[in-house]
């Protein structure tokens, strides 16, 4: 008897306050990323949240664009989208391993990233994986953004007041 393989879905978390996140994409393999862009553009409008659709030359360029985002704009959080296809040369491991690297210190230091970065042997695998209506990689890498966020918005502490403050009667002239 064949084991069906079954994997567990988190619900979309709850936010209180409509969410701003920017999707950026690089569209190399155009019929794939539409699929994967489609599907991360419902998860986030069905969480209440907005969108903002950036593309790029390739996937070495996402990191960089979500970095430049997250230091000028005011986004709460970000999805990485393309697809890496492998070919006949090192390439591949270049591609794949230094845009996951660069995604994951940008997330270490707080920034809130779903990586859909399809990582595949075949463009078979790919198709598969980036179809809305199917495994839907695009929709998971919103929604694992979107639970940083919320994640973020739980642990957040408010900021008080830093340093010295004048009391009245040293403000008096």
């Known amino acids: 008897m064949a084991i069906v393989e079954q994997h567990h879905t988190l619900d979309r978390p709850t936010l209180e306050a409509a969410v701003s996140m920017l999707i950026v994409v690089a569209p190399y393999y155009y019929d794939i990323t539409a699929q994967m862009v489609a599907g991360a553009k419902a998860e986030i409008e069905?969480?209440?949240?907005?969108?903002?659709?950036?593309?790029?030359?390739?996937?070495?360029?996402?990191?960089?664009?979500?970095?430049?985002?997250?230091?000028?704009?005011?986004f709460d959080g970000y999805v990485a989208l393309g697809c890496v296809i492998?070919?006949?040369?090192?390439?591949?491991?270049?591609?794949?391993?230094?845009?996951s690297r660069a995604l994951q210190l940008l997330g270490l230091q707080g920034v809130c990233i779903g990586n859909g970065i399809l990582t595949v042997e075949n463009r078979t695998q790919a198709e598969v994986r980036a179809q809305a209506d199917g495994?839907?990689?695009?929709?998971?890498?919103?929604?694992?953004?979107l639970h940083l966020i919320a994640l973020t918005r739980k642990w957040g502490k408010t900021q008080g007041k830093v340093g010295f403050l004048p009391t009245e009667e040293n403000t008096r002239a």
């Open 86 to 99: 492998r070919g006949e040369t090192t390439h591949y491991e270049t591609v794949c391993n230094d845009s």
């Open 135 to 145: 495994q839907n990689k695009g929709g998971g890498a919103a929604a694992a953004a």
């Open 46 to 74: 069905a969480a209440g949240g907005s969108w903002e659709l950036v593309e790029v030359p390739g996937a070495l360029e996402i990191p960089t664009a979500i970095a430049i985002a997250h230091r000028q704009a005011q």
